[in-house]
């Protein structure tokens, strides 16, 4: 599979099988994101791998806002059940003081979410499946994972055998719509 097909290929998987994850392909998804570009390639990232079944379990108890950031109608993160049942979530974390901000604009999340892109696609490539979990309660996260106080948690990646098969995904916007020639909106 070459690269425009992984990425054109690439769907978010939510369900999974009861399949372990082999060591080497968790390893190569590893690899691919450490050869992320970051700011000044200070790679603020650091990914916790959890397989333990109690703490996926409560990993996926969290996957929630309750709060009025939370969008209008929303139920429950249709990425709950996946958390518990993928054989392994992969924790993205961040230190902020380890990227850089300009023009008021912080690269930490860039860098994170350019290495977020690296291991979907790595997984894709590897007929994995993935998603990106972005809602979660990040002071529970904290707390179960020993993780620090200055390092921010960005998203929440169940990796597993995908339980379900996508042909296709939820529509893009016109290329016409969102790229043009030379000047804003032409
Ligand atoms: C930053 C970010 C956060 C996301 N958070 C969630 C989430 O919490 N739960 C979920 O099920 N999907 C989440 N997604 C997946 C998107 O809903 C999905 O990528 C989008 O609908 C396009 O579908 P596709 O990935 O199959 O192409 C998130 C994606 C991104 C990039």
């Known amino acids: 599979m070459d690269i425009f097909e992984t990425i054109r290929t ?21 690899e691919a994101v450490r050869q992320a570009p970051s700011w000044a390639n200070l790679q603020c990232w650091r990914f916790i791998v959890v397989k333990d079944p109690a703490v996926k379990e409560k990993i996926s108890e969290i996957s929630y806002v ?22 392994v979530i992969i924790v993205a974390c961040a230190d902020p003081s ?9 690269y930490y999340m860039t860098d994170m ?5 690296n ?11 993935t998603v990106f979990v972005g809602v ?16 921010r948690v960005v998203g929440l990646f169940p990796v597993g ?7 296709s995904g939820p529509a893009r916007k016109p290329l016409n719509e969102i790229a043009f020639y030379e000047k804003w909106g032409a």
């Open 10 to 30: 690439r769907r978010s998987v939510r369900r999974f099988m009861d399949k372990p994850v082999e060591e080497d392909k968790l390893q190569a998804i590893l």
């Open 66 to 87: 309750e709060s009025f950031f939370a969008p209008k109608g929303y139920k429950a993160n249709p990425s709950k059940k996946g958390l518990a049942e993928a054989p």
């Open 98 to 106: 380890q990227s850089g901000t300009i023009w008021g604009q912080s």
């Open 113 to 117: 979410g350019i290495a977020a892109q």
């Open 119 to 129: 291991l979907m696609l790595a997984a894709r490539a590897l007929g994995l499946g």
């Open 136 to 151: 979660f309660d990040e002071e529970k996260i904290h707390s179960m994972l020993a993780i620090p106080p200055n390092i």
């Open 161 to 167: 055998y995908p339980l379900e098969k996508k042909a």
